[in-house]
Every structure is written in C-alpha cells, then in structure tokens.
C-alpha cells in the first residue's frame, strides 16, 4: 500500500511520463552522472526535474515542487483520469 508521499511522488512520475517527450521512463532516471547521495524525496524530486528539463519541452515541470504543490499535482491527475474515461466512453 502507498503512504500519501509515496503517492505524490509516483503522481509526479506519471504526468512526467504522459508528456511523451521520452520514450521511456528510463530517460529520466537513467544517467551516468546520476549522483550517489539521493537519500530522500526532495532530493530526488530535485534530480527529476533537472532530468526533465532535459527531456521535455512542457511548460510546467510536475518535479518542481516551488512551481507544482501537491494540490496542483492532484487536481493534474483528476485531468488526466477523466480525459481517459471520456476517451473510454468515445469508444463505447
């Protein structure tokens, strides 16, 4: 089960993951000069966003936490469920 800061952080990766501007999520965490010392949440949410800042061309990086609060990360996921079911109910 996730704790509630777990769940912040693999929101994060997701709408990373939806920009589509990386074929995979190895991109973002795969990294010769990935530093040793990521001990906690913030300093990986820190290497993230300076990865997605290489990867992306999104206005808004879901890893900076100054531009993106959990709020903001929350209210990006409940977009990004109800364009899938909308897309799920085109289909129908």
Do not use: G, H
Not at 74 to 86: I, S
């Amino acid at each position: 089960m996730l704790v509630p800061d777990d769940k912040e952080l693999f929101d994060r990766i997701y709408l990373a993951y939806t920009e589509r501007a990386f074929s995979t999520l190895e991109d973002l965490f795969l990294d010769e000069e990935r530093p040793n010392y990521i001990e906690d949440t913030p300093q990986l949410l820190a290497y993230l966003s300076e990865r997605f800042l290489l990867t992306s061309k999104r206005a808004i990086n879901p890893f900076d936490t100054e531009l993106m609060d959990a709020d903001e990360v929350n209210e990006a996921m409940l977009c990004v469920k109800q364009d899938y079911f909308k897309q799920l109910e085109a289909e129908d």
